[in-house]
Each structure stands twice: as structure tokens, then as C-alpha cells.
């Protein structure tokens, strides 16, 4: 396979949102009524839009799921992530070393809603590498698992998405990099979620950000110019 560009999701990937953002929602979606652990609350939203569960949302709590509640989720969000948030470990020099390799040609596509995605870029200081490239679900006809925002990513860098690897965490991002027609490489921090995300069609599991800069430079050739 010859990589000519490298599409990173966001949370979980390139930030350690994922924790900080599914307490947030537990303790919201338990204040109406639905009441769940915190690894239950993971497991059920991780990678997905909270918009897209609505009927559900709307069932388990008998009240409905309004623009007002989801802007009041997207506040006490991002003043959770603004007090905490960090970079994933490995993060900064994985996408340093893929901008280096591809000659820039890297994006952050992600399920989440832009500000939220260039918020955390910058709290992190990663906004440099990937200014005008950062693609939202929420912008596209479908989010994750759909492949929109991969297939968007990679038309804006001019990129075959067969020529495109994606680097993901949840199942519906691989699903969507899967469905583009890109490589979908995933981040397994837990062995235990390993065969979920194979099944899912990563093509490669990793253990930690930092090992991509090996893992790719040992493969160096696959990186050809455009």
C-alpha cells in the first residue's frame, strides 16, 4: 500500500477527551433519569454523536432531547475539557513525524462538532499541524460511522482514500475509515477491546501514539510524493 496521507481522528486519538467528556454526560443523562456506570456510558457513546441517540435519550429518560439541553451539554463540556484536558502520550510526535513524512498532507477528521475539535487542537498545541485541514461530522449529510468526514478529508488533500491511513480508537471510526476505502489503523490501549476493533476492520492495532513514528518510518518507502 502507498500512503500518501495520513487522517487523524481526534478524541482518543490525538486527545485524552474521551473521559472527561463521557463524565460529563453520565452525570447530565443520570440527573433526567438514566442512570449508568461510567464504563456503560462509554461503551454506548464512545465514537458517536450524542444527537444521534435521541429517541433513545428520549425513552430512558421520559423527557425530550432539546437544542437547550444539547447546547447546556456542549458548555459543561467544554469547561470540563478547558480544566483538564491533555494530549494523548505520543500524540505530538506521531502527528510531527506524519506531517514530516507526507510533506503536510495529514487532517483531523472527527465525529465531534468543530469547535469542540479546534478547541482541544490548540489547548493541546497541535492546532499548527493541522490548520485548514480539521473535518466535522457534524458539518457532513452523516457522521461516523459513515464515511463522509473521511471521504471530505481526503478530497481536500487531493488524496486517493486508497492511498489514505487513518488512525482510530473507536469501531465507528474504523467503520467510517473502513467504508472510504482507506487503511484504518487503530490505537488498543485495552487487549481486551482487540478483537472488537479487528472485527470492525482495523487492518493494525497499536499500543500507544508514540510507537506510529517507528511503525511507519520502518515502512518508509510507503510514503511516496503526489
Same mark, same amino acid.
Not at 28 to 57: N, T
Not at 80 to 89: F, I, V
Not at 107 to 129: H, N
Not at 164 to 178: K, N, P, R, Y
Given at each position: ?17 474521551? $473521559? ?8 447530565? &443523562? ?32 421520559? +423527557? ?9 451539554? !456542549?458548555?459543561?463540556?467544554? /469547561?470540563?475539557? *478547558? ?5 494523548? $502520550? ?5 502527528? @510531527? ?7 503536510? @498532507?495529514? @487532517?483531523?477528521?472527527?465525529?465531534? /462538532? !468543530?469547535?469542540?475539535? =479546534?478547541? *482541544?487542537?490548540? &489547548? ?15 458539518? +457532513? ?15 481536500? &488533500? =487531493?488524496? /486517493? ?7 482510530? /480508537? ?24 482487540? $478483537? ?20 511507519? !518510518? ?9
Amino acid at each position: 500500500m502507498n500512503f500518501q496521507a495520513v487522517l487523524f481522528d481526534c478524541d482518543g486519538v490525538l486527545v485524552d477527551s474521551e $473521559p472527561i467528556t463521557n463524565g460529563v454526560l453520565r452525570d447530565m &443523562l443520570e440527573e433526567r433519569g438514566w442512570v449508568m456506570s461510567s464504563e456503560d456510558c462509554f461503551r454506548y457513546f464512545v465514537g458517536k454523536a450524542v444527537k444521534d441517540h435521541k429517541a433513545e435519550i428520549e425513552a430512558r429518560t421520559g +423527557m425530550p432531547l432539546t437544542e437547550e439541553w444539547l447546547r447546556d451539554f !456542549r458548555l459543561r463540556r467544554n /469547561d470540563a475539557l *478547558q480544566a483538564g484536558l491533555q494530549g494523548m $502520550p505520543g500524540a505530538h510526535e506521531a502527528v @510531527a513525524s506524519a506531517y514530516e513524512l507526507t510533506q503536510g @498532507a495529514i @487532517a483531523c477528521a472527527s465525529g465531534a /462538532d !468543530r469547535f469542540k475539535v =479546534e478547541m *482541544q487542537l490548540s &489547548l493541546v498545541e497541535l492546532m499548527t499541524y493541522f490548520e485548514g485541514r480539521i473535518f466535522s461530522g457534524h458539518e +457532513m449529510a452523516r457522521t461516523k460511522p459513515a464515511p463522509d468526514v473521511y471521504l471530505a478529508a481526503a478530497a481536500h &488533500l =487531493e488524496c /486517493d482514500p486508497a492511498h489514505c491511513l487513518v488512525i482510530e /480508537d473507536s469501531t465507528a471510526g474504523i467503520e467510517a475509515g473502513v467504508a472510504a476505502g482507506a487503511t484504518v489503523w487503530a490505537l488498543c490501549t485495552d487487549e481486551s477491546l482487540a $478483537p472488537v476493533l479487528l472485527e470492525a476492520g482495523a487492518s493494525k492495532l497499536f499500543p500507544h501514539m508514540g510507537v506510529l513514528p517507528e511503525l511507519w !518510518r520502518g515502512t518508509f518507502s510507503q510514503f511516496q510524493e503526489r
